[in-house]
């Protein structure tokens, strides 16, 4: 099982609707997750973190983190065109450094 | 900002050369990391530094070295490259300790190419 999956997508939703990314992880005790945003061609970026149960929201975007299903969302509302990219997720690998396991991301594409 | 730099963009080297790639960031950063990144394999770590001298082997470190002398630099040395090591890298840094909110905050990439 790897440690972080995320479907590949395509994931195509319409102009104005939400975007629903997941992430499964296999380590149970992994503590914190993040979401990167890379542009085609570009480096990803850093959208949001998140490590206690629950959902986390910064303007469009929410993150939702459930440690018992060992899964992390993104949700995107009011999705825009500008918001195509690949989505990566991302876990701590371990509690003391910042080793990092990257999702081999999910491609969103929002249609105007 | 932080800024991580990477010295090229598009490197062409040729199988079995050894080939340097240089990463350098301007904020104080201890942690650095290079990674591979290929199409549905996503990014996959080669090494990380959580200091300077020191390195860890990531996943897939065969072929590859690293080099830490300063803090702010961290270059990876493809030994004698081959056609496999075509890919995208990238370079990461980051704040070290506990902190469970410390992203690792990434380079524009260098996309090297082996003939």
């Excluded at chain 1, 995320?6 to 005790?29: F, H, K």
């Excluded at chain 2, 082997?57 to 065969?62: C, N, Q």
Aim: aromatic letters at 12%; proline letters at 4%; hydrophobic letters at 30%.
């Amino acid at each position: 099982q790897k440690e972080v999956e995320q479907n590949s997508g395509p994931l195509s939703v319409p102009e104005g609707a939400i975007a629903s990314l997941n992430c499964t992880y296999s380590d149970r005790g992994s503590q914190s997750f993040f979401w990167y945003r890379q542009y085609s061609g570009k480096s990803p970026e850093l959208i949001m973190f998140i490590y206690s149960n629950g959902d986390k929201e910064d303007g469009r975007f929410t993150a939702q983190l459930n440690k018992a299903s060992q899964y992390v969302s993104l949700l995107i509302r009011d999705s825009q065109p500008s918001d195509s990219a690949t989505y990566l997720c991302a876990v701590r690998r371990d509690n003391y450094g910042q080793n990092f396991v990257f999702g081999p991301g999910t491609r969103l594409s929002v249609l105007p | 900002d932080v800024k991580v730099t990477q010295s090229s963009r598009y490197l062409v080297k040729r199988t079995g050369e050894k080939v340097f790639l240089e990463c350098v960031q301007d904020m104080d950063h201890e942690n650095m990391f290079w990674y591979r990144q290929d199409p549905g394999l996503g990014l996959r770590l080669i090494y990380f530094s959580y200091d300077v001298k020191m390195k860890e082997k990531g996943d897939i470190p065969e072929g590859y070295s690293v080099s830490r002398e300063k803090k702010e630099r961290f270059s990876l040395i493809l030994e004698s490259a081959s056609t496999n090591q075509t890919s995208m890298y990238l370079c990461a840094s980051s704040l070290p300790g506990q902190a469970y909110y410390q992203p690792q905050h990434f380079g524009d990439g260098t996309r090297l190419s082996i003939l």
